[in-house]
């Protein structure tokens, strides 16, 4: 088990370019999560999968932003035409589902400065 | 988020004292989380409660979610330097079926040797 994984950790991007972010949850964890986090900011919720499906999207996912989890294992995030307002760091977290009552656990994040 | 408050905003303390920070919904929770966060860097699990009067203790962190599953407290007993960091309460407040957690906006505390 080794955690969470996002890559890359930090991304410069002039504005109007795309970027892609990949998330390798937990092996057997089938609930994977996008977060976005700004400056003094908790994390805020953007898009959630069990398995391969997407099955919430936040009002904040315009539609620039696009995620997806082939064959229910890594995700993707990718924006489309950057604007400065897209810098943060992007999170991505997963469990096992089944109960509610299971950790949710972290990668470390993923810096975006869009310039 | 308006639905969950976290407070104090900030805290500094010297090595050594205890300290609390808290968490309140507006809403019945399903589940509370509690993270640590270094600057820059990922969101790590420190406890989860579920119960009405759940009480969680790990190393010198204890974690509190009262009868009403709308206020949690977290306490840091002889505090230490390691200890500083941001820390985040995390609420599933039942909505989506699944473990949607909304977070409250940190508490950054500074422990002073």
């Known amino acids: 088990d080794t955690g969470v994984s996002q890559n890359p950790r930090h991304k410069i991007t002039k504005r109007g370019q795309n970027v892609t972010f990949r998330c390798d949850p937990i092996?057997?964890?089938?609930?994977l999560y996008w977060y976005r986090q700004t400056l003094g900011q908790g994390p805020e919720f953007l898009t959630y999968?069990?398995?391969?499906?997407?099955?919430?999207k936040s009002r904040l996912l315009s539609d620039r932003f696009s995620a997806e989890r082939p064959k229910g294992s890594f995700s993707t995030l990718e924006i489309q035409r950057t604007e400065q307002g897209d810098s943060a760091m992007y999170l991505c977290?997963?469990?096992?589902?089944?109960?509610?009552?299971?950790?949710?656990?972290f990668g470390e994040g993923s810096w975006l400065t869009v310039v | 988020s308006q639905e969950l408050e976290q407070s104090p905003q900030s805290l500094i303390v010297q090595e050594g004292k205890n300290l609390t920070i808290n968490c309140t919904s507006s809403?019945?929770?399903?589940?509370l989380y509690w993270y640590k966060q270094k600057y820059g860097e990922g969101l790590i699990f420190l406890m989860m409660?579920?119960?009405?009067?759940e009480e969680k203790s790990h190393e010198k962190i204890t974690a509190k979610l009262d009868e009403k599953k709308q206020q949690s407290s977290l306490h840091i007993t002889a505090s230490q330097p390691s200890h500083a960091g941001i820390y985040l309460c995390?609420?599933?407040?039942?909505?989506?079926?699944?473990?949607?957690?909304?977070f409250g906006t940190g508490t950054k505390l500074q422990v002073i040797p």
């Open positions: 977290a997963s469990s096992f589902g089944g109960s509610s009552g299971n950790t949710i656990y």
């Open positions: 092996s057997e964890h089938n609930r």
């Open positions: 809403k019945t929770l399903y589940g």
């Open positions: 995390g609420a599933d407040m039942g909505s989506g079926g699944y473990q949607k957690v909304t």
């Open positions: 999968f069990q398995n391969e499906a997407q099955l919430e």
């Open positions: 409660l579920q119960k009405g009067g």
